[in-house]
């Protein structure tokens, strides 16, 4: 024995505990470990050991990387209780639990509920600081591992989540500071939601969700999947939920860092700089600020009016939407009617606070399951690898909504029937060809009036273009296009007429040379044409429809001189076993508007037949209606026509008569039936035609709407405005809304 081993003898002697050996990475009882000594992991990936923050006095018991030369902090023991000075000792007791004290005071413990057996504390390559009994090799069984207890950097394989056996919550903490390793406000953790998400919180207010695992990436970053770098993993089953990533290969340093900054950040060390670079960092842009908009708001960050409301959705305040504030989120254009949804794509679906989820149902399954509770706003796919698989269904209002430029995840939103039956026209049923404005544009030279008519490509058009001093708005405009493709009829084109070589109807009308030219013959045929017309939309077409502004300005004539109804702005469609509707906001134009739809409101296909009737008597009369002046009395044409002894002076004789005045006289007559006061006494369109064919024989009329005998002053109380007297304000144009 020399002297060295002795003095070591004497040492082991005189110091309670044995202190371990440099490098060494592990402790064992009774060993510990005091501030300047260090554990390293056998691969020499990390480092334990005592620390500091820039110079400070205080002591903390932490993890780093051994290689990189950048102090790394990837854990702490102590980060609330820091140690004064170097006298902290980190010791291995019997029962397996680290303690760590500074003279004797505890100043932090593991606590491990397993029994301990011959306990070690190891540090291994994975960064995990784990106690464990001799000779264990499975984690269940560790009686205690740093990797439940994250710090403010996620490590490879390292589990965020839950363990829901235990309850035990793995989440990633920020530090308050760079200088102050105690848990700071900011954490990234997964809500353990009917359908899990990560969320990046400050306290318990959310800054940022990555959007819910669909099987093949997070919802909201569909970029970030398994690359050369490392790969994803999401864990969903009876005992645990977590997400991980893992290396793909071991050699690259790659952390996941959460800061007080409210950022989750992804580093990866590079040699060449001697640096950590950053591959990602979280919230991405300005759209993934959580609750940077209200309810059914998607956002998106390419666009310059970043945030929009979903389709079928407008802002809830126009006015704080237009100055950027979004906060209150868009309301639907229509009210629920609990049936339909609409598919909408690329979305970073919406906050899953309030989800359902049964991942062994397919989407049909699930829409029938959302469709049938009425208070579901959205169903998809929980898992979209292949053909999608899974349900997953979202109550309440849809709230933090991202659209993704590609990839995201399909979302079918609860629509009422009535939006959708609008985009379901426009969109799928019928191809109606479409031009763009500037092509448009072009092809009329600027909507020149010079080409009224302009010449396109595709052959001669007409455009109707939505005017700026119209009083026609712009959801009339809209449920024209609708109807128009509805109605499938190749003769009703409208927004782009099929070019009506001889223009409308009221050119040729009013006007006593024009009317000549044309002759009697072809004035009634134009009527046959404007009843069959009728007769289709009335009765023939798919749809019932009530065109509801039906006037000579309104019936368009192409070069035969076939007559074609046109401006469907107000029409409505009926269902077809519905007679009548009720309307409170008059629209149609004055002279041509029944007067149970005036007075009442109430509009059916007998307040299109009064229209024609209307039509039908200026056509052969060559005078307008509302325009009709005689100097005797204060009546329109129909009070005039109804109190002429003698019809036939109605007729305009300078249109040539090789047509039988009795047969004129008949059309006048059916005039009349259509025009009487009561909706029940009109004829229908299909009684029309038959008349008008000589095919039936005519009752009686009774006396027209727009005439009560004598009493006019009744007639001056049923209108708004003056309506049976002449007035010098032409408004055959103009829809005019009740006051
Ligand atoms: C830390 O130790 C120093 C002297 O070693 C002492 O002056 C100081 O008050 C101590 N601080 C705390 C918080 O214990
Ligand atoms: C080991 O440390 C733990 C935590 O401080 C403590 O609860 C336990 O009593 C200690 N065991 C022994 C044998 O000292
Ligand atoms: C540690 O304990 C000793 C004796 O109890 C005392 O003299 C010394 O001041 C203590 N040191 C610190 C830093 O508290
Ligand atoms: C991504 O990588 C992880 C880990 O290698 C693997 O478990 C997972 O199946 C991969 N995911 C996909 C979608 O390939
Ligand atoms: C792993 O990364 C190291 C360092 O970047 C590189 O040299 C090595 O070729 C990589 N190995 C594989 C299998 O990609
Ligand atoms: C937080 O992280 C960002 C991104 O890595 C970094 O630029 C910033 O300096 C960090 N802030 C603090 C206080 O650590
Ligand atoms: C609809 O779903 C909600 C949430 O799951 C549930 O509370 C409610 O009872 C359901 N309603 C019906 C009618 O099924
Ligand atoms: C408009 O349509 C024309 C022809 O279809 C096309 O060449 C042009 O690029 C379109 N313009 C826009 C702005 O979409
Ligand atoms: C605009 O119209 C003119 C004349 O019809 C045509 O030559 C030109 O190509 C058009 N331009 C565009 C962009 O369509
Ligand atoms: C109607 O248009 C055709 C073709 O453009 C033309 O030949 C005819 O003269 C026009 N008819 C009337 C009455 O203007
Ligand atoms: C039209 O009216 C006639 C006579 O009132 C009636 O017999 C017929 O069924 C009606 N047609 C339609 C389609 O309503």
Known sequence: MNILTYVILFACILVPSIKISVADDSINVPQSMSDGETLVSKGGNFELGFFSTSDSQKRYVGIWFKKVPVQ????????VNPINGSSGILTLNTTGNLVLTQNGSLVWRTISRKLAQNPVAVLLDSGNLVIRNEGETNPEEYLWQSFDHPSNTLLPGMKVGWNLRTGLERKITSWKSPDDPSPGDISWSLKPYNYPEFYLMQGTKKL???????????????????????????????????GRFTLANTSVLCINVINQTGRATNLVWVEGDRNWRIYMSLPKDFCDSYGIFGAYGKCMSTLTQVCQCLKGFSPKSALAWSSSDWSQGCVRNKPLSCKGEEKDGFFKVPDTAHTWLDASIGLEECREKCLNNCSCMAYANSDIRGAGSGCVLWFEDLIDLKQIQTGGQDLYIRMSASELEKDKIKNDEISVPTFNFSYISNATNHFSQNNKLGQGGFGAIAVKRHSQTSTQGLDELKNEVMLIAKLQHRN?????????????????????????LLGWTKLLEIIGGIARGLLYLHHDSRLKIIQRDLKASNILLDSNMIPKISDFGIARTFGLDQDEANTNRLMGTYGYMALEYVVHGYFSVKSDVFAF????????????????CDPYHHLNLLGHTWIEKNPTELMDDLVDGFVDPSNILRYIHIALLCVQERPEDKPNMSSVVLMLNGEKILSEPSQPGFYTGKDHSTITNYFPINFYVNSPNEMSNSMLEAR
């Open 492 to 516: 009703l084109k409208l927004l782009i007429y099929e070019f009506m070589t001889n223009g409308s109807l009221d050119f040729f009308i009013f006007d006593s040379s024009r009317r000549a």
């Open 613 to 628: 009737g209307v039509i039908v008597l200026e056509i052969i009369s060559g005078r307008k209606n509302r325009g009709f």
């Open 72 to 79: 790394t902090i990837v854990w702490v023991a102590n980060g």
């Open 208 to 242: 940022y969700r990555q959007g819910p695992w669909n099987g093949l990436f997070y919802s909201g970053i569909p970029d970030l999947q398994n690359n050369t770098i490392f790969g994803i993993t999401f864990v969903h089953d009876n005992d645990e939920i977590f």
